[in-house]
């Protein structure tokens, strides 16, 4: 009997030490698993909004939706100019004599793909897929026109939730990095760039996300 009650007690003595053990670790991995795919999201993410500042550059709107932009991708140009400082005379009626006229002359040099300028080294084809996503879960894009006093500023918003790029964590891990408050994390319970609220192009993520690389 004794012998049985002491396996019993090595039995629960390595059990509770391995669920002490997994606390503490189990949100250290999390935390790894998490930077990890967000750091993958968001340089999409960034992709995504330097296409979209592309299109509205040459198109004065955004595309509505990943098929226009990666087209738009294949096939535009951006002009390429050159803008000097010059002068020429004009007859002035009040004084009658002719004067000095400071002007801008734009020359136009030529032209270079936008596909060649933004993303030479970067995959544009599959812009919309999430990575580390299940099922190819893709990333939720909408384009709207703000009224600014009068002004019809044209916006546009990416994003996927957190949810589907933690799909395979603990539910309670995931459910507080949704209610997440934090200067130095993502807050709230999405990735997204840009806004249908407000004329911005920002992505609501931290500075960490655009300095680290590893």
């Known amino acids: ?70 087209s738009f991708i294949d096939t535009a140009q951006f002009v390429i100019l050159e803008k000097r400082d010059s002068s020429f005379m004009r007859y002035n009626r009040t004084f009658r004599i002719d004067m000095p006229v400071d002007t801008v002359v734009v020359d136009t040099l030529g032209f270079r793909a936008v596909k060649d300028s933004l993303f030479k080294s970067r995959n544009y084809k599959d812009l919309e897929m999430v990575p580390f996503a299940q099922n190819d879960a893709k990333f939720e894009m909408k384009t709207e026109i703000l009224d600014k006093n009068g002004y019809k500023a044209p916006v546009f918003e990416a994003k996927v939730p957190k949810d589907i790029l933690l799909y395979d964590q603990p539910d309670y891990l995931v459910e507080r990095e949704n209610t997440m408050i934090d200067v130095e994390e993502v807050n709230g319970n999405e990735i997204k760039v840009g806004s249908l609220t407000d004329v911005s192009t920002s992505g609501n993520w931290p500075p960490y996300y655009d300095t680290k690389k590893d």
């Open 1 to 70: 009997m004794k012998t049985v009650i002491q396996i019993v007690l090595w039995a629960l003595s390595i059990f509770f030490a391995y669920q002490i053990y997994n606390s503490v670790m189990e949100p250290i991995k999390f935390d790894k698993v998490k930077k990890q795919r967000y750091m993958a999201t968001i340089e999409k993410l960034k992709s995504i909004r330097d296409a979209q500042e592309a299109h509205r550059s040459i198109h004065n709107n955004y595309a509505a939706n990943f098929q226009d932009l990666i």
